[in-house]
């Protein structure tokens, strides 16, 4: 059984960057698509972005485009998630996700796996 466990969150100031882990246990991560979503207080989840199983396609929404990237290492069984350039707007918990296919998804309920979640505070 795959877990994920996210790690990287918490408080920076506007314009600040972080960078988001998810380390996968129990399972290959090699052998997911890998998705990050967020959700925000009284908001639907929503998908920030995708890598496929290779890691050479990566998805990303279009309010963070240019800010984030997201990288594997299956070496070390983890996806990152890069981000740069943060606003206000991108406060949320940040989830990682895995589902089993070569393909990514912006959909959650594509997703098999889910990890707890990492809190991400972007405020001055």
């Known amino acids: 059984q795959l877990q994920l466990v996210e790690s990287g969150g918490g408080l920076v100031q506007p314009g600040g960057s972080l960078r988001l882990s998810c380390a996968a246990s129990?399972?290959?991560?090699?052998?997911?698509?890998v998705g990050w979503f967020r959700q925000a207080p009284g908001k639907e989840r929503e998908g920030v972005s995708c890598i496929n199983i290779s890691g050479g396609s990566t998805n990303y929404a279009d309010s963070v485009k240019g800010r984030f990237t997201t990288s594997r290492d299956d070496a070390k069984n983890t996806v990152y998630l890069q981000m740069n350039s943060l606003k206000p707007e991108d406060t949320a918990v940040y989830y990682c996700a895995a589902r089993t296919s070569y393909y990514c998804s912006g959909s959650p309920s594509d997703y098999d796996y889910w990890g707890q979640g990492t809190q991400v505070t972007v405020s001055s």
């Open positions: 129990g399972s290959t991560l090699g052998f997911y698509a």
